[in-house]
């Protein structure tokens, strides 16, 4: 899965450096997600945004790839609100639920947006 905004710090050096590096990402939650179409193929630069469900704005992003897959990694413990948008489609809000867990994985079908193109 080809998803650039799980990269995780690289802390160089010995095996105490390897526990820092898993140190750094310990409270996290994962959220992957698979973007299709109405028809079931993959929807490329579906935009994801994700924000506390208490919060007006959004910190976190990410785009579909060409396998129409998605990560964001968040803070454990708070609910979340997932927004997906893409062009010539209908906008879909999720609800995430990060205090049990470390990890969620959402398959999204998008539906046509009314009168428009897909």
Known sequence: MLV???ATARVPGTAAGDEKQHSLH???FVIFADVYTERG?????AKVRVR???ERKFPWEAISDTRRELGVRVKQGAE???TIEARGFKPQTRKIDARAGNREEL???MEPSTGGKP
């Open 80 to 82: 979340y609100e997932l």
């Open 41 to 45: 193929f993959a929807l490329l630069s």
């Open 107 to 109: 398959t999204i079908q």
């Open 26 to 28: 310990a409270h996290d």
């Open 4 to 6: 650039c905004m799980l």
């Open 52 to 54: 506390r469900s208490d």
